[in-house]
């Protein structure tokens, strides 16, 4: 696939994972004979994407040592569990100065293919977006943070975390998969501009996307073509249903 240089991959692997009931790191946890975040680098790899900074912070020694057999890994470091947003700012200084696009992936996400990958990315740059937010549409969205649209033309107005959401957006079954593709120098700029003002107490990247519209930018979403890509691993079951879907050839990994 031929997306050239210009993307880098922030891949968030600083969680602990407590419900795995695993003393790894998530991310570490294996699935088919591979950590969980050996699935999300070779997906990208096979994207095209050449350069990844992991975001460690939970036995980053572990983490280490698992993304240290691909190729053009770097390393960036959440000394505290602050959020989303925060992680991703943590590796501001390995893609400073601003250039190109930065896709950010979950390490705990292992069946997004590289082919949605690159479709995220295409659209981006096709549209000119300044965020662009891979979705899936699900049957039960318990969990997940929902793609809030506009009624009038369809567009993305935000994303909110299941605990903010009021029962009109938990009826909503368009959610967020934790996967963007961001104009790198627009993402650097809002995280600035983030609070912490939430149920959570922590900084979400998906406050980005309100940061983005209050400017005038363009934001978009792309919707899954197979929502079975967006199964995360938060426990043993998902891991268990992971395992299924893939020996299954319900996913593409």
């Known amino acids: 696939m031929n997306l050239h240089n210009t993307v880098t991959a922030v891949i968030l692997a600083a969680g602990k994972g407590t ?3 695993s003393e790894l790191p998530k991310v570490a946890v294996v699935l088919n004979e591979s950590p969980l975040l050996l699935h999300v680098l070779r997906n990208i790899e096979s994207a095209g994407i050449k350069r990844k900074v992991v975001v460690v912070g939970y036995r980053k020694d572990v983490v280490t040592d698992i993304a240290k057999s691909f190729s053009g890994v770097e390393f960036a470091e959440q000394t505290e569990q602050l959020g989303t947003g925060h992680a991703v700012l943590s590796a501001e200084p390995a893609l400073a100065p601003y250039s190109g696009y930065t896709i950010v992936a979950c390490g705990d996400a292992p069946l997004i293919s590289a082919k949605s990958f690159s479709e995220l990315i295409e659209l981006h740059k096709e549209n000119g977006y300044s965020a662009t937010v891979l979705s899936a549409k699900m049957e039960n969205p318990t969990g997940y943070g929902r793609i809030i649209r506009s009624a009038d033309d369809g567009s993305l107005l935000r994303i909110v975390e299941e605990k903010d959401a009021n029962p009109e957006e938990k009826a909503v079954n368009e959610v967020n998969t ?4 961001f104009t ?3 993402l650097f700029s809002a995280l600035k501009q983030i609070g912490n003002d939430n149920a959570q107490k922590e900084y979400y990247l998906t406050d980005v996307i309100k940061i983005f519209r209050s400017l ?3 934001v978009g ?11 995360g691993i938060n426990s043993p079951d998902d891991l268990a249903l992971a395992k299924q879907y893939i020996d299954k050839g319900l996913v593409g990994v």
Do not use: I, P
């Open 184 to 186: 790198t120098e627009d």
């Open 178 to 181: 934790g996967t963007y593709c």
């Open 19 to 21: 419900r795995m009931k």
């Open 216 to 218: 005038g930018k363009k």
């Open 221 to 231: 979403a792309k919707t899954l073509t197979n929502a079975l890509e967006s199964h």
